[in-house]
């Protein structure tokens, strides 16, 4: 930060303009002629005074982004994921888990849906981290398991952890559902009550 850019700021702080307030006062009273040979000291002092009773000035709070600004930015990694996921090959019934899961992300992503930080923070993981690392790990796993006959075939494990994923996001849409449903059943008895 420059010296003109602090100089500047202190201008517009509020001890400055507290001070000067002050200031004013004290130039009032060397008009009235109360201050006499010392009006200098007067103004002065009664600045100071003014800069130091005034409140310290607070940092601005800081801006972070609304949960319709992470949602947008999740959608367009959603769509960057969805890209990748075509250019994988998948056996068939990961693939089928995998087109199940991809379908409940994004009814979950639609606007006005997620607004829970918590839902927003794990649907985030799921496509910023879990699903694009299983699908990664499958892709890494199956070309050394031809090495390793008789290992656990790695699209048991794509399989299991797709499942997981699906359950978590079929929680989070349980829980959206459940959300609207006591919402329609509040707004029905505030109706009902209203007309008695």
């Excluded at 639609?110 to 918590?118: A, K, L, T, Y």
Aim: aromatic share 6%; charged share 25%; with cysteine.
């Amino acid at each position: 930060m420059g010296t003109s850019s602090r100089l500047f700021g202190y201008l517009e702080s509020r001890k400055n303009i507290t001070g000067s307030v002050c200031g004013l006062a004290g130039v009032g009273i060397t008009l009235t002629g109360a201050a006499g040979g010392l009006w200098p000291l007067v103004i002065g002092g009664l600045y100071a005074a003014g800069a130091l009773i005034a409140p310290p000035e607070r940092p601005d709070t800081p801006s972070f982004p609304s949960a319709d600004e992470q949602l947008d930015a999740l959608r367009a990694d959603f769509a960057t994921l969805r890209a990748y996921l075509t250019e994988v090959e998948l056996p068939p019934s990961a693939r089928e888990r995998l087109t199940a899961l991809d379908t409940l992300i994004e009814a979950l992503l639609e606007p006005g849906w997620v607004s829970d930080p918590e839902h927003l923070h794990v649907l985030a993981r799921a496509v910023r981290q879990d699903v694009p690392e299983a699908v990664d790990t499958f892709v890494r796993t199956r070309w050394w398991s031809r090495f390793t006959p008789g290992a656990e075939p790695p699209e048991s494990h794509l399989e299991r952890q797709l499942a997981a994923l699906h359950e978590e996001m079929t929680a989070i849409a349980a829980a959206l559902r459940d959300a609207e449903a006591i919402r329609q059943e509040t707004h029905t008895r505030y109706v009902e009550e209203r007309g008695n």
